[in-house]
T-cell receptor, first 115, second 112 residues
């Protein structure tokens, strides 16, 4: 099993450009989420999904869109990148979203720089 | 809203015990977690504890939970240089969706 796969690992954008960070999991997990990690700020939840067709906002959703058309994929879209979105982004999934321990499996991260 | 607090840095000598502390605010949290992040990598689960437990031990790791004080600690016995990493405390929020709320992380440095 590959677990949680994120692409790309690194990306440089100019202000105003758009892009999509891809996340795929092969564990048939219902719950998927996106976090951003910034120095001194820990991990902050951007968006999450408890199943295909269902998404919801986390703590810092502004500037990001998500969709969940399949169980496996949970892409994160930046419609108009801003320097404040320079960060490391982590996708995580769990087979126990609404019940149980909700132990998250993380991807390796995508480092985004917006100039 | 919910908040998780932990000290930012800890330095220990190889072979000593490390204790990383964490406080949380959501008294309805059902699970609390410790994750480890090595440089350039994602987070890996170390252990978690259910809120009706006081202690959980797993090899060199001991987790203590004081629910009254909303205090969680992670003790690493016989700390090795390979334990150098950032350690995150997290709580499962009391809402129905089960999102995890993370602290800012404690950077553990192990000196030989």
């Amino acid at each position: 099993n590959a677990g949680v796969t994120q692409t790309p690992k690194f990306q440089v954008l100019k202000t105003g450009q758009s892009m999509t960070l891809q996340c795929a999991q092969d564990m048939n997990h219902e719950y998927m989420s996106w976090y951003r990690q910034d120095p001194g700020m820990g991990l902050r939840l951007i968006h999450y999904s408890v199943g295909a067709g269902i998404t919801d906002q986390g703590e810092v959703p502004n500037g990001y869109n998500v969709s969940r058309s399949t169980t496996e994929d949970f892409p994160l879209r930046l419609l108009s990148a801003a320097p404040s979105q320079t960060s490391v982004y982590f996708c995580a999934s769990s087979g126990q979203g609404r019940t149980g321990a909700n132990v998250l499996t993380f991807g390796a991260g995508s480092r985004l720089t917006v100039l | 809203g919910e908040d998780v607090e932990q000290s930012l840095f800890l330095s220990v000598r190889e072979g000593d015990s490390s204790v990383i502390n964490c406080t949380y605010t959501d008294s309805s949290s059902t699970y609390l977690y410790w994750y480890k992040q090595e440089p350039g990598a994602g987070l890996q689960l170390l252990t978690y504890i259910f809120s009706n437990m006081d202690m959980k031990q797993d090899q060199r790791l001991t987790v203590l939970l004081n629910k009254k004080d909303k205090h969680l600690s992670l003790r690493i016995a016989d700390t090795q240089t390979g334990d150098s990493a950032i350690y995150f405390c997290a709580e499962r929020d009391g809402g129905s969706q089960g999102n995890l709320i993370f602290g800012k992380g404690t950077k553990l440095s192990v000196k030989p």
